[in-house]
């Protein structure tokens, strides 16, 4: 009888699975990728786990044997390293090899490719278009189409190597509990990986301010942008949210706040956080909370670090301020 697994995408993190029926294995994948047909000429066994971050999912998948895979589009980008298994894949006329260590996308959103998988290990990363999309944007009402990839291959090993020391932060991050239960540490986390997506690999995104922007990066766009992001410091904001409260494009909030305050959007809703976190401090009893617990309800997960900008904002460690207040 054919083995019936179905992950389910929606937890934070499903337990492994290991399957050796081969309708079994092409079902699962399907599940998680999109629809496709798996063949080998030798009984496979496949190990596969999902680690879910919402709007992207980092697996892993192991197999003992040669599979040979048709995909239909699947409509998201989907990042894969050869950890130890060669992957020979076509995608339309375009044929590659890609060996241990290498990164590359499975396929452009909308196109159906064919692959050859060899024993061996593949880490995958899934990423809603519709994150990359949020992440990417620039002038909205002035550029209206969707950001295209243009290429399945890295623009150089040293972004490849970013892309995966990012990758692997994102899912440490997801293995600690207390930060996987913060959206503003997962909602970080995923901005994270669009953003290294977007560097790593040749796309249409506009990168460079238009005349429009640099005219609406003023100190009436810093206003309501610092009054939004006050406003909404509890909240999994980003940067197009807050472009959309300045009702100016991402570009322009980004330009306004290098021009008038010195530092990127995203630092100020940092600095924003943290004073907040600094007033939870001050009100804490240290007998039932936690320095940590603390910096991680404000989206600070590397409790290190949050040590060391408290320290440089206010002049003395967040335990001194949860023992002495």
Known sequence: ??????VNLDTPRAAPV???????IEQLLSDSYSSMRVRSRHPARLRYQRVNGGSFALDTFEQSAVLDVRVEPLQTIVVDRSTTAGVHARRGADISRYDSGDLFLAALPDQPYTARVMPGRIDACVIDLALIARVAATAPGRRPEPVRFVGLDPLSAELAAHWWSTRCYVAELLNNSEA??????????????AAATLTA??????????????????TATVRRA????????????SIADIAAAAHVSIRAVQL????????PPMAYVRRARIDHAHRDLVAADPAATTVGAIATRWGFANHSRFTA???????????TTLRND
């Open 1 to 6: 009888m054919t083995e019936r697994v179905r």
């Open 309 to 319: 900008v408290y320290r440089k904002t206010y002049g003395v460690t967040p335990q």
């Open 201 to 218: 690999f040749p796309n249409t995104a506009l990168t460079e301010p238009t005349v429009a922007d640099r005219c609406d990066a003023s």
């Open 180 to 193: 996987a239960a913060s959206p503003l540490i997962v909602g970080s986390a995923a901005r994270q990986l």
């Open 256 to 263: 306004a706040f290098r021009r008038h305050l010195g530092m």
């Open 226 to 237: 610092v009054a939004y992001i006050e406003g909404h410091a509890t909240d999994d904001i």
């Open 18 to 24: 290991e399957l050796t029926d081969a309708d079994a």
